[in-house]
């Protein structure tokens, strides 16, 4: 409710009229729903950091490992394996191509980790879920990101570089355990690290997420024409409502509208130019496997909302 509210609050320009007026007609099911769109990366994000964080814990320090007075031994031990399978699928789904090698650093991690506290006493799976299964994983993403990388070093795509290049290697690092004097330490701060960015993230991303359609409406004689930029947010019977680009109410009477285009979303053009064979860098599998309709050019009424790609 929280996110609902701060986002109508970004979108009406902190006016509490225009605040209002939004609450009026923007459906509370569109606000759900472009909630559980922008934020869905969030749930495998927030489901296997403490798995990971809760094994390592568990590794390290068996003895500190108490679900009765860690909250994260208990989220741990509570969560069945089924569940972190599901998520990591969703998150497989959901994350773009970028985070993807993250992911797959996240699920090494847990494999290594939850083998070393299922099977103990066997030290050829240990070494390999430990040692082969990680260097074998950072070979495959080489291999498959290498190129990618090498592009967005080329452009000046240092982020994108960085979360393509870095995971991999940092699969080869937390298979095992850490000192046990440091490990309680250490899982209570990332812990609590984690837990206190994640809301200012799902925050941040939800804000800028759109959830009126951006529309050009004309109006007028053909010799006074004015194109009204913004997002629309209702049709009456004798008013069309528009939010324009400086945030004012538009009250247009539907005898003086002439015409009116529904604009690209301006949210998804993409910033990146990398691409993995073929596969765009931002763009999640779901975006991948799902038919897409042909875009053609916007609309010259459209100009000033839809950005251009770089």
């Known amino acids: 409710m929280l996110l609902l509210v701060l986002r109508l609050w970004r979108l009406s320009r902190q006016d509490m009229s225009t605040m209002l007026l939004l609450v009026q007609y923007v459906s509370p099911l569109g606000l759900l729903s472009a909630l559980l769109i922008a934020l869905?990366?969030?749930?495998?994000l927030v489901v296997l950091v403490p798995a990971v964080l809760g094994r390592l814990l568990q590794v390290s320090a068996p003895d500190r490992f108490d679900p009765e007075r860690s909250l994260l031994a208990y989220a741990t031990s509570r969560t069945p394996d089924w569940v972190l399978v599901a998520t990591a699928v969703l998150a497989a789904l959901t994350w773009q191509l970028r985070f993807l090698p993250a992911l797959a650093m996240l699920l090494v991690w847990l494999v290594a980790l939850h083998t070393r506290t299922r099977?103990?006493?066997r030290p050829r799976l240990l070494t390999a879920t430990g040692v082969i299964l990680p260097v074998a994983v950072a070979a495959a993403c080489y291999a498959w990101f290498g190129p990618a990388i090498w592009a967005a070093v080329s452009h000046g795509e240092l982020a994108t570089a960085v979360l393509l290049a870095l995971p991999p290697t940092g699969a080869l690092v937390l298979t095992g355990p850490v000192p046990t004097r440091i490990a309680p330490t250490v899982t209570r701060t990332l812990t609590y690290t984690a837990g206190a960015l994640m809301p200012f993230v799902m925050g941040a991303v939800f804000l800028r997420v759109p959830l009126l359609p951006a529309v050009?409406?004309?109006?007028?004689?053909?010799?006074?024409?004015?194109?009204?930029?913004?997002?629309?947010v209702t049709v009456t019977d004798k008013m069309t409502i528009v939010l324009d680009r400086s945030g004012a109410v538009r009250f247009l009477p539907n005898d003086t509208v002439r015409g009116q285009v529904l604009c690209p979303d301006a949210g998804r053009t993409p910033t990146s130019r990398i691409e993995v064979a073929g596969w765009p860098a931002e763009d999640t599998a779901l975006d991948w496997s799902m038919p897409r309709r042909p875009v053609g050019s916007p609309d010259p009424r459209c100009a000033g909302l839809v950005p251009t790609a770089p």
């Open 40 to 44: 869905v990366w969030a749930v495998p």
């Open 119 to 121: 099977f103990p006493d």
């Open 216 to 232: 050009a409406v004309e109006v007028g004689e053909p010799v006074t024409r004015e194109i009204v930029l913004g997002e629309a």
